[in-house]
């Protein structure tokens, strides 16, 4: 059988067994293992935040649908890992901005929010086309992070600097996502690794500057 979907260093020509990809499958159990260990901080710092909870099970299951696309590569698994990260993108910025804003302010936020992914998504695709298609989505989410990291540092700078925390290495899971390919000529099993590792560490960095703001 062939390979379904988005290509990678390790995606072979021909799928034969599991894993599909070895080191971008077993590389998924960093991002549940953060997951698990953010669960574990929230019950013991902060058991009713019932938001938190949500980011938590969001980044296992993350974790546990891109270790089975990876290790499969079918279309139910490539929704199983790109669901629950977009989602918990989305709800991270909105919990985030409701720290601050409150539920409207952040409602309002949100929408903005998304409306200025789409816009500049399209503008970077039409301006520079080489680029991979998240490279503009990045945009809005390195714009609103500042904003609200700058809003974190009059409660808490420990929140603020995680908050920084979390935008570097997401910046940094984007940048090894997109010389995956190019970097096959190098290393043989790609880049793509690192971008669960990163992002995943970046996610749970995210987790603590909320639960740092609720500390306050």
Same mark, same amino acid.
């Given at each position: 059988m062939y390979p379904f979907g988005p290509q990678y260093c390790e995606t072979p020509d021909v799928l034969t067994a599991f894993p599909a990809e070895t080191w971008n499958t077993w590389s998924n159990l960093i991002i549940v293992a953060f997951g698990l260990?953010?669960?574990?901080? @929230?019950? /013991? /710092?902060? =058991?009713?935040?019932?938001?938190?909870? @949500?980011?938590?099970?969001?980044?296992?299951?993350?974790g546990v649908g891109?270790?089975?696309? $990876?290790?499969?590569?079918? =279309?139910w698994a490539l929704a199983f890992d790109t669901t629950p990260g977009l989602l918990f993108l989305l709800f991270f910025v909105y919990f985030w901005a409701r720290t601050f804003y409150g539920w409207?302010?952040?409602?309002?936020?949100? @929408?903005?929010?998304?409306?200025l992914q789409y816009l500049s998504a399209l503008l970077v695709d039409a301006t520079f086309p080489e680029l991979p298609f998240f490279a503009g989505v990045a945009i809005p989410v390195v714009l609103l992070g500042l904003l609200l990291t700058w809003r974190s540092y009059r409660v808490s700078g420990r929140a603020a600097l995680l908050g920084? !925390?979390?935008? @570097?290495? #997401? !910046?940094?899971?984007?940048?090894?996502?997109?010389?995956d390919l190019w970097a096959?000529?190098?290393?043989?099993?790609?880049? $793509?690794?690192l971008w669960h590792g990163l992002l995943s560490?970046? #996610?749970?960095?995210?987790?603590?500057?909320?639960?740092?703001? /609720?500390?306050?």
């Open positions: 260990l953010a669960l574990y901080l @929230v019950y /013991r /710092r902060a =058991p009713r935040a019932y938001d938190l909870w @949500v980011l938590g099970i969001l980044l296992v299951t993350n891109s270790l089975l696309w $990876h290790g499969l590569r079918t =279309p409207l302010g952040a409602g309002l936020m949100f @929408v903005a929010f998304l409306a920084i !925390l979390a935008l @570097v290495l #997401a !910046l940094s899971a984007l940048l090894f996502r997109s010389i096959c000529e190098y290393i043989t099993m790609g880049t $793509h690794f560490a970046g #996610a749970f960095s995210g987790i603590l500057s909320l639960l740092a703001l /609720r500390s306050k």
